[in-house]
């Protein structure tokens, strides 16, 4: 697949033809399936982690801790277990509808102990319904399961994981190292993957759910300096931040060096937005849009894939912000023509939108009790 061209196709005004069928949900692993023990004294709680992180909640399987474009879940998770677990070493995957594993086969030379969460895709998931637009939403939604695997891992007082998000292997795409509790002092607490946040509660990410819109209601400057904090801070430089704001000055703000909100320019976006957005009209009467933007015309497939993984991984993490703040979010993942760099008037093809973050200080269930 060259995903240089299909970014750009996907960036085009082109529109994806009729939908196609998706296939199953998860992807059909060999062999009996099998529950995940209780952790022991000492050992990985990989029945926790992964109920927070990647379990449906509903029969369909539509409904995860992780967001997904159409709610089509391409993200398909093997893990690969080394000593410290309640399974015993081995390869596995992941049935996220059963919450159950099927053994693969023996662990590679050299697994770690504790388990190292490896993400691939199953594409045709999202290409079904979004056609030639989907691998930017596939990688987009890949960043975003990464996420939700390393705040599990906070609720669940885990050590930090090892986090790759390089952008080099297609297969896995990426993945993720946790540590069993006995070897925590071996692993650094902090890789500044992933901004400071206090731990979050169980409940708080199994709570996690995109807000219909409408979103309306400018969020306070500092409450929007935060989550634009969050976002940057979690992107480790891949991409540049800021914000479209509306009433009671329209305008696109970012974070300044010394941590304020500057204004970066004067006027209405949030239309243009709306365009740029796939149509999504609604986008035009948002509080405000969080956007992550770079990744240029001439970028290769490490930067294309490692620009879109970040993205997805730092708009998870601003949304639990967002949500913590009393902000209604939901992540807005296809954009076309969103070349906003050339709209600010820099050179064109260099900054592209990649992801954003709709924000509202109200949304449509607060409306209809109002």
């Known amino acids: 697949m060259d995903l240089v061209t299909a970014l750009a196709r996907a960036r085009s005004p082109e529109r994806p033809g009729p939908d196609t069928p998706a296939g199953p949900a998860v992807r059909p692993w060999p062999g009996p399936s099998r529950p995940l023990p209780e952790a022991g004294p000492g050992e990985l709680d990989l029945d926790r982690l992964l109920r927070l992180s990647l379990t449906a909640s509903d029969g369909s399987g539509r409904l995860r801790p992780a967001p997904s474009a159409g709610a089509l879940h391409p993200v398909d998770a093997e893990l690969l277990v080394g000593t410290g677990c309640p399974l015993p070493p081995g390869r596995y995957g992941y049935d996220p509808l059963r919450h159950r594993v099927h053994r693969l086969g023996r662990e590679p030379d050299g697994t770690l102990p504790g388990v190292t969460v490896e993400l691939s895709v199953t594409p045709q998931r999202t290409v079904s319904h979004y056609g030639h637009r989907a691998w930017p939403l596939i990688l987009l939604d890949t960043g975003h399961v990464a996420a939700a695997l390393w705040l599990a891992g906070r609720a669940l007082g885990i050590a930090e994981p090892v986090l790759r998000l390089d952008g080099l292997p297609e297969h896995p795409l990426a993945a993720l190292h946790f540590a069993p509790p006995e070897k925590r002092d071996d692993v650094s607490q902090s890789q500044g993957l992933g901004p400071p946040m206090d731990m979050p509660a169980p409940r708080e990410l199994l709570a996690r759910r995109s807000a219909p819109p409408p979103l309306t209601g400018t969020p306070p400057p500092d409450v929007l300096r935060a989550v634009l904090a969050t976002a940057v801070q979690a992107s480790a430089g891949e991409l540049a931040w800021c914000a479209a704001v509306g009433e009671p ?122």
């Open 249 to 370: 000055r329209p305008e696109l703000v970012e974070l300044a060096p010394d941590g304020t909100l500057r204004r970066l320019a004067a006027g209405e976006a949030r239309p243009t937005l709306a365009v740029w957005a796939a149509g999504q009209a609604w986008i035009a009467d948002v509080g405000a849009v969080l956007l992550a933007y770079g990744c240029p015309a001439d970028a290769n497939a490490p930067r294309i894939r490692r620009a879109h993984l970040r993205a997805g991984f730092a708009v998870h993490l601003a949304h639990l912000g967002a949500v913590r703040h009393g902000l209604a979010a939901r992540p807005v993942g296809s954009w076309q023509q969103a070349d906003l760099g050339a709209a600010l008037g820099a050179p064109p093809g260099r900054d592209w939108i990649v992801h954003g973050l709709a924000l509202g200080t109200t949304h449509s269930d607060q409306e209809k009790t109002s």
